[in-house]
């Protein structure tokens, strides 16, 4: 295997992200199997992330980006370690007010948008407010304005297969903010996409991150899109390495 080429990136200097600390990984551990078929994937792995910053988390297939997406996420517990929001660790919660804080904290847009076909662009954008008992007149207001801003005014009665795939993609881009979370965990977003399409949603990401201050991480293959965002961060070994290091 060919060892992982860094990700060589300028880095947007900015200064409207602050340098509060409001996700922190700690020694977090994954491995799945036991005895001598143990794969160990995430190995004391650290992560600090800022308010409002973007970071770009890139390795070679099976490094286990997606595993670690999905705990960053609190979609799967780790084996052991820690998983703050502003001091509180995370997993100390039982399942049901994890659900709930993933449903209110936490948005998520993957490679493929996961979308409800037998719905509407403006149905499916407001799914994880209904989900939280809002009510609907206050999720189609605020689910309109994100439609608009992601350029789907006119298409928000359309269902899914009326859609392009750039357009059920940025669909799942609204649905993931619809709730204003503090995180945004992008898996691939762009990687179902042709590349013209695909610019244009990460283009989109990197402005709901500026206009609603999310604090965003995205697993990425894509360097000339790592390169843009404010850090670029490699998977290697169970361990995350910053690019900036590598070179």
């Given at each position: 295997?060919?060892?992982?080429?860094?990700?060589?990136?300028?880095?947007?200097?900015?200064?409207?992200?602050t340098?509060?600390?409001?996700?922190?990984?700690?020694?977090?551990?994954?491995?799945?199997?036991?005895?001598?078929?143990?794969?160990?994937?995430?190995?004391?792995?650290?992560?600090?992330?800022?308010r409002?910053?973007?970071?770009?988390?890139?390795?070679?297939?099976?490094?286990g980006?997606?595993?670690?997406?999905?705990?960053?996420?609190?979609?799967?517990?780790?084996?052991?370690?820690?998983w703050?929001?502003?001091?509180?660790?995370i997993?100390?919660?039982d399942?049901?007010?994890?659900?709930?804080f993933?449903?209110?904290?936490?948005?998520?847009?993957?490679?493929?948008h996961?979308?409800?076909?037998?719905?509407?662009?403006?149905?499916?954008?407001?799914?994880?407010?209904?989900?939280?008992?809002?009510?609907k007149?206050?999720?189609?207001?605020d689910?309109?304005?994100?439609?608009?801003?992601?350029?789907?005014?006119?298409?928000v009665?359309?269902?899914?297969?009326?859609?392009?795939?750039?357009?059920?993609?940025?669909?799942?881009?609204?649905?993931?903010?619809?709730?204003?979370?503090?995180?945004?965990?992008?898996?691939?977003p762009?990687?179902?996409?042709?590349?013209?399409?695909?610019d244009?949603?990460?283009?989109?990401?990197?402005?709901?991150?500026?206009?609603?201050?999310?604090?965003?991480?995205?697993?990425t293959?894509?360097?000339?899109?790592?390169?843009?965002?404010?850090?670029c961060?490699?998977?290697?070994?169970?361990?995350?390495?910053?690019?900036?290091?590598?070179?």
């Open positions: 295997m060919h060892p992982q080429k860094p990700c060589v990136i300028n880095a947007r200097m900015r200064e409207d992200f340098n509060h600390i409001d996700f922190s990984a700690k020694k977090l551990m994954k491995s799945y199997g036991h005895g001598p078929e143990k794969v160990v994937v995430l190995d004391n792995l650290d992560l600090d992330l800022r409002g910053e973007m970071v770009a988390i890139t390795g070679v297939s099976g490094t980006k997606s595993t670690l997406l999905h705990i960053l996420g609190t979609l799967d517990r780790p084996d052991a370690g820690s703050t929001y502003r001091d509180e660790d997993f100390k919660r399942d049901f007010s994890l659900a709930n993933r449903n209110k904290s936490i948005g998520f847009v993957f490679q493929f996961h979308l409800l076909p037998e719905f509407s662009a403006l149905e499916n954008t407001i799914m994880p407010g209904l989900i939280a008992g809002i009510k007149d206050e999720l189609y207001r689910a309109r304005e994100l439609l608009g801003k992601v350029g789907l005014a006119h298409r009665n359309h269902r899914v297969g009326e859609l392009s795939g750039g357009e059920q993609q940025r669909v799942a881009l609204a649905r993931s903010i619809i709730m204003k979370p503090a995180l945004l965990l992008a898996d691939e762009t990687g179902n996409l042709d590349p013209k399409t695909g244009k949603v990460f283009q989109l990401i990197r402005s709901m991150n500026t206009d609603f201050g999310l604090t965003t991480v995205m697993v293959h894509n360097f000339d899109l790592a390169r843009q965002m404010d850090r961060l490699t998977l290697r070994n169970g361990k995350l390495f910053d690019n900036n290091t590598l070179v």
